[in-house]
Nanobody
């Protein structure tokens, strides 16, 4: 089992920045790909970004490319999401997720473990 706990959400003005963290515990963390998803009110959960087990490969949704950066520190069992140039449409609950294996999945049904989420609100 892997337990995931997100932190770092909050309220920020448009154009501002936030850094989310996701701390993992349990099974061997470094063999998991990690992803971030988000869900806005009334909308389906959507993929944001993912990073493979080594940190050598990443993938981003077009909507966040160039503004968000995912990274991981396997020594600290933590994955980060640096969000810059935030827009009101980035407002959502952000979830981190872990997928056992060496791939880089973008579909939420490929992920095995999920955190409880952290709220990000961007005011205009």
């Amino acid at each position: 089992q892997v337990q995931l706990v997100e932190s770092g959400g909050g309220l920020v003005q448009a154009g501002g920045s936030l850094r989310l963290s996701c701390a993992a515990s349990g099974r061997t963390y470094s063999t998991y790909a990690m992803g971030w998803f988000r869900q806005a009110p009334g909308k389906e959960r959507e993929f944001v970004t993912a990073i493979n087990w080594s940190g050598g490969s990443t993938v981003y949704a077009d909507s966040v490319k160039g503004r968000f950066t995912i990274s991981r520190d396997n020594a600290k069992n933590t994955v980060y999401l640096q969000m810059n140039s935030l827009k009101p449409e980035d407002t959502a609950v952000y979830y981190c997720a872990a997928d056992w294996g060496l791939g880089l999945p973008v579909a939420d049904d490929e992920y095995d473990y999920w955190g409880q989420g952290t709220q990000v609100t961007v005011s205009s």
